[in-house]
T-cell receptor, first 113, second 109 residues
């Protein structure tokens, strides 16, 4: 079974703090994604990566950056956390086999006070 | 207008009922259609994946795509309390994947 592990289930941070969200996958998938999920808005893509050290902006990259130094690890960075970044953050990997299938982690609920 | 519209619910049904979940979309370029299920405090998991118009069945679940009406449905037969979750539709063309906002389903025993 594919496993996508997000390091924290819940995080509480203060405005202006630098925040790191970590994601690790064990299936050697090339593509990894960071989404945020907000009530009524569904999942919105922040950034994705199709290879080590490669990254692409998603639909809402402002205020975020990412790092992919190793294939299995994809980090999301909030340079200076703001209250409007309070959200559920979901990491995912992509399997391409008879179609495309996203595997999600359990999510990190981030609260910025 | 959102590319993908999905009623957020909640939809509350008795155990054993047939459930119908729906999404509409505006972009005729969408080619692949998916349904994800998300339990509370968990990430979404892929439930159904379809490519063309028509029906696809998997156990108690049937996914239906009507490209001419830009409408997709997920039917759940003999619904169980364990089906209580949020169901998200998703659609893809090229490398663009768009999710609906999700419908909360509650199946009462």
């Amino acid at each position: 079974d594919v496993k996508v592990t997000q390091s924290s289930r819940y995080l509480v941070k203060r405005t202006g703090e630098k925040v790191f969200l970590e994601c690790v996958q064990d299936m050697d998938h090339e593509n990894m994604f960071w989404y945020r999920q907000d009530p009524g808005l569904g999942l919105r893509l922040i950034y994705f990566s199709y290879d080590v050290k490669m990254k692409e902006k998603g639909d809402i990259p402002e205020g975020y950056s990412v790092s992919r130094e190793k294939k299995e690890r994809f980090s999301l960075i909030l340079e200076s956390a703001s209250t409007n970044q309070t959200s559920m953050y979901l990491c995912a990997t992509l399997e391409r086999q008879r179609g495309e299938k996203l595997f999600f982690g359990s999510g990190t609920q981030l609260s910025v006070l | 207008q959102k590319e993908v519209e999905q009623d957020p619910g909640p939809l509350s049904v008795p155990e054993g009922a047939i459930v119908s979940l729906n999404c509409t979309y505006s972009n005729s370029a969408f080619q692949y259609f998916m349904w994800y299920r998300q339990y509370s405090r968990k990430g979404p998991e892929l439930l159904m994946y379809t490519y063309s118009s028509g029906n696809k069945e998997d156990g108690r679940f049937t996914a239906q795509v009507d490209k001419s009406s830009k409408y997709i449905s997920l039917f759940i037969r003999d619904s169980q309390p364990s089906d209580s979750a949020t169901y998200l539709c998703a659609m893809e063309y090229g490398n663009k994947l768009v999710f609906g906002a999700g419908t909360i389903l509650r199946v009462k025993s």
